[in-house]
Structure formats: structure tokens, C-alpha cells
Nanobody, 123 residues
Framework: VQLQASGGGLVQAGGSLKLSCAVT????????LGWFRQAPGKEREFVAV???????SYADSVKGRVTISRNNREGAVYLQMNELKPEDTAVYYC??????????????????WGQGTQVTVSS
């Protein structure tokens, strides 16, 4: 199983970015797919997750600004981020959890991880 995240970059506060994650080597329907982020000196934190059949969950810090979606046929998960803030600056990781029919929010519930993509929001 491989996950490849992309789409990060430098954006001004208030701007938008869309992250993508390609999942290969497995039938993606078997997984819940999530996004986490890690800022320098901080622990990895949950951002959003979408279960195999569609239900989603978001961290309070991004709720209303971020939308997670998936395309099972293409084997991909996306994170549309709007109204970005400097505190959103972090490395963003996509991950896959075997708990396909739930919306897991803990890193320990995820078996596979992508390499991360840097998001920097300037003030």
C-alpha cells in the first residue's frame, strides 16, 4: 500500500489550497482515509477523515473551512482548504485506516501513511 500526497505550497492568509493523495496497491474501498498535520515542535494532529461509504469527521479547528472527499474509483482522497490561517501551517499527511466503516481520529488507528506535503500560510 502506498500513499502519495501532493498539492501543498505557500499561500497567503485567507487563501485556499487543495491537497490530493493517491492510494495505490490496494482496493481503496477497504479503508477509511484521513488527513493529519504536524507543525514544528508539535504532535501530529487529526484534521479530517472520510469513511469508505462517505461519512466524514473534522477537527474543530478546521470545521467549516475544510472539506474532505474521496474518489474510490480513482483511488484518491482530497482536502479542500479555504480561509487558511497562519496556524494551519504544517506538514500534511494522508493516511489509511482498516476501520473502513468508521471515522477514526487517532493516528494509532491508521496503518498506512503518505510522505507528507508542506503547507505554509503567510500572514
Amino acid at each position: 500500500v502506498q500513499l502519495q500526497a501532493s498539492g501543498g505550497g505557500l499561500v497567503q492568509a485567507g487563501g485556499s489550497l487543495k491537497l490530493s493523495c493517491a492510494v495505490t496497491g490496494v482496493t481503496v474501498n477497504l479503508f477509511a482515509l484521513g488527513w493529519f498535520r504536524q507543525a514544528p515542535g508539535k504532535e501530529r494532529e487529526f484534521v479530517a477523515v472520510v469513511s469508505s461509504d462517505g461519512p466524514t469527521s473534522y477537527a474543530d479547528s478546521v470545521k467549516g473551512r475544510v472539506t474532505i472527499s474521496r474518489n474510490n474509483r480513482e483511488g484518491a482522497v482530497y482536502l479542500q482548504m479555504n480561509e487558511l490561517k497562519p496556524e494551519d501551517t504544517a506538514v500534511y499527511y494522508c493516511a489509511a485506516s482498516w476501520r473502513w466503516d468508521t471515522t477514526p481520529g487517532s493516528p494509532q488507528e491508521y496503518a498506512y501513511w503518505g510522505q507528507g506535503t508542506q503547507v505554509t500560510v503567510s500572514s
